[in-house]
T-cell receptor, first 116, second 112 residues
Framework: EAQVTQNPRYLITVTGKKLTVTCSQN?????MSWYRQDPGLGLRQIYYSMNVEVTDKGDVPEGYKVSRKEKRNFPLILESPSPNQTSLYFC???????????????FGPGTRLTVL | EDQVTQSPEALRLQEGESSSLNCSYTVSGLRGLFWYRQDPGKGPEFLFT???AGEEKEKERLKATLTKKESFLHITAPKPEDSATYLCAVQDRGSTLGRLYFGRGTQLTVWP
């Protein structure tokens, strides 16, 4: 089954304790992206990756790190989480067509993070 | 300033009562506009991509249209199962490839 998986689905942690949210896709997609969703603010892009070893900042990259060492995986790292990073996080992936048109994104089920 | 504005924020319709959702955008050049549906507690699900003014796409009771300034998602004779939040996103030619700007969504409720 074609899918994007995220782990963990739920996480409660404390300020300053490093954490990693994993994202994996089995569709051989070049493009992967991380978003956070907050009430009243909608989906905001954190980081995205056009392919292995190619990443770039989105709207709200501060406090986050990413890496893309393999095509299927795109982990999101919070080195020192703070309460303002409490949010619902989504990973997404898609193909990139020739001609720069953006194909449909497939989203993961979400990770609900609470930082105390 | 938001690049993508969706209206209304919330919409309640009776089953069978057709209506439209609006997505207006301010980008230097549109590379693509996307509509997604999101059910509570789930990730967004792709509906449509539109690339140029005048383009239209349909899927069951949904029809998406695009002008140079905005897009409409028309819902014809909606059913309760169409209740969801509908999200609009744009890709701007003036931004690096891969950047996507989402609106805040329209929460649609269809009651029997």
């Amino acid at each position: 089954e074609a899918q994007v998986t995220q782990n963990p689905r739920y996480l409660i942690t404390v300020t300053g304790k490093k954490l990693t949210v994993t994202c994996s896709q089995n569709m051989n997609h070049e493009y992967m992206s991380w978003y956070r969703q907050d009430p009243g603010l909608g989906l905001r892009q954190i980081y995205y990756s056009m392919n292995v070893e190619v990443t770039d900042k989105g709207d709200v990259p501060e406090g986050y790190k990413v890496s893309r060492k393999e095509k299927r995986n795109f982990p999101l790292i919070l080195e020192s989480p703070s309460p303002n990073q409490t949010s619902l996080y989504f990973c997404a992936s898609s193909f990139l067509f020739v001609g720069s048109h953006h194909n449909e994104q497939f989203f993961g089920p979400g990770t609900r993070l609470t930082v105390l | 300033e938001d690049q993508v504005t969706q209206s209304p924020e919330a919409l309640r319709l009776q089953e069978g009562e057709s209506s439209s959702l609006n997505c207006s955008y301010t980008v230097s050049g549109l590379r693509g506009l996307f509509w997604y549906r999101q059910d509570p507690g789930k990730g967004p699900e792709f509906l449509f991509t539109l690339y140029s003014a005048g383009e239209e796409k349909e899927k069951e009771r949904l029809k998406a249209t695009l002008t140079k300034k905005e897009s409409f998602l028309h819902i014809t004779a909606p059913k309760p199962e169409d209740s969801a939040t509908y999200l609009c996103a744009v890709q701007d030619r003036g931004s690096t490839l891969g950047r996507l700007y989402f609106g805040r969504g329209t929460q649609l409720t269809v009651w029997p």
